[in-house]
């Protein structure tokens, strides 16, 4: 059977550093922070009352949504993913139809970890006051799972698969993966993938609770969040939204789209909570075995990957995560591959982590750079005896380079790797 060769047309994003792709690929060129202090964590008693955020006022949201539906909209998540999604849309050179008939041929994988867990409390609120009546019509579709891929989907008349997956922080990555396969085997012509997260306390509590999050830093909140430093102390938490549009090539081609780059491959597996893998902690076996079938999948060799975006959230597996990178490439210390990770400028921001990394991985590709690693000037021993340091870029790299890999793990002992190729034609 042939198979259809797939291809990144489209970018959107709503990130604490940025909430369109002009601000954000300015942001993660240079470094710049989108993490800050919040107020109400510090009123509530949080630990860490720092946390990264988009920034967005009442003008842009009108510009995605109605007035009627803007006038009970309490689903942050639901927002970031509309204003990402619809971007990446429009990004691709894709009109937002009106037609009367659904297009059969796109549809969207657009994950969440939840949604509206502010309209959740809001509706629990009134049916304890005894004031059903009062909860309208809007509850549902704001606080289901799929609420997000039900907007995008309504607001672009979608008629192919339209779901959302939950993959806890693989989220993002899982999303973009699930559509790969969908394109090349000829279900869709193209797919909008991507991720969400709500903001806010209810969201972020659980993570404070487990003491994984920073307490160090709420005085200093754009130094917070450390991936791969020997003073990380805990992730920073973040929140957002990251789509793409995927594509096959045929139909890229058929309309003349400007295409960012090319998914050769990938792999999802699950540690089982064996082998040392439990519900926040991953198995490196399964870790290992990921990035090795990712590549086998992208029928490449593990040289051949000049960068990778890793997940390092800025806690005690960051070296961990190295470790297994090195044992998956069979690399020496001095042959590994540069390696980022975009949270020292966002946090963490849980689902949504892996799609709005896949949207910078992209846009490291097609413009020819590597972002600098931010608050990272102390790198972690364990790391520099593991691969040489300057692998570990703190400063913006120009440069051009073929291959990418994108990876995601997730509570739950849950894996997902992404391999990315710079487009050329012909």
């Known amino acids: 059977m042939t198979e259809n060769r797939v291809v990144i047309t489209g970018l959107g994003v709503c990130a604490p550093n940025g909430t369109t792709v002009e601000e954000f690929l300015h942001a993660i060129k240079n470094g710049l922070s989108g993490i800050s202090h919040q107020p109400e964590l510090e009123r ?32 942050s998540g639901i927002v970031y993913g509309v204003i990402a999604g619809l971007d990446a849309w429009r990004n691709a050179g894709l009109e937002i139809s009106a037609a009367a008939d659904p297009d059969w041929d796109s549809g969207t994988f657009f994950g969440t970890g939840t949604s509206g867990i502010d309209k959740f409390r809001w509706a629990i609120n009134k049916i304890d006051e005894l004031d059903i009546r009062k909860l309208g019509s809007s509850v549902v579709a704001q606080t289901m799972a ?47 993938a991507g991720s969400t997260s709500d903001s806010g306390p209810y969201i972020w509590g659980g993570f404070d609770a487990m003491k994984v999050c920073t307490f160090k830093h709420n005085n200093s909140p754009e130094s917070g969040s450390r991936p791969m430093s020997a003073t990380a102390s805990g992730f920073v938490p973040g929140s957002g939204a990251g789509a793409i549009v995927l594509e096959s090539l045929e139909s890229a081609q058929s309309r003349n789209a400007s295409i960012y780059a090319e998914v050769i491959g990938g792999h999802i597996n699950s540690g089982g909570q064996r082998g040392g893998g439990t519900m926040t902690a991953p198995n490196p076996g399964a870790v290992q075995r990921c990035i090795v079938k990712a590549i086998e999948n992208a029928r490449i060799n593990p040289e051949d990957i000049d960068v990778i975006n890793g997940h390092l959230t800025a806690t005690s597996k960051d070296a961990l995560e190295i470790e297994n990178w090195k044992h998956a490439l069979g690399s020496s210390k001095e042959n590994f591959p540069y390696i980022n990770s975009l949270k020292g400028m966002i946090g963490h921001c849980i689902s949504a982590s892996g799609s709005i990394e896949c949207v910078a991985s992209v846009l490291q590709l097609y413009e020819e750079f590597i972002f600098p690693n931010i608050n990272c000037e102390d790198l972690n021993l364990e790391i520099s005896s593991l691969i040489d340091e300057r692998r570990v870029p703190r400063q913006l790299l120009k440069r051009s380079f073929n291959i990418l890999a994108k990876a995601s793990f997730g509570f739950g002992d849950v894996n997902a790797c992404l391999i990315l190729k710079k487009y050329r034609n012909g």
Do not use: W
Not at 48 to 75: H, M, N, V
Not at 157 to 182: F, K, P, R, W
């Open 44 to 75: 509530l008693g949080f630990s860490c009352q720092i946390a990264g955020k988009p920034t967005l006022d009442e003008a842009r949201i009108a510009q995605y949504f109605t007035p009627l539906e803007i006038r009970s909209l309490a689903s």
């Open 146 to 192: 799929s609420g997000v891929s039900a907007f995008i989907s309504g607001k672009l008349g979608l008629g192919n698969q339209v779901s959302t997956n939950s993959a806890a922080c693989a989220t993002g990555t899982e999303s973009i993966l699930m559509a790969y396969d969908h394109i090349k085997s000829g279900k869709a012509r193209r797919m909008l």
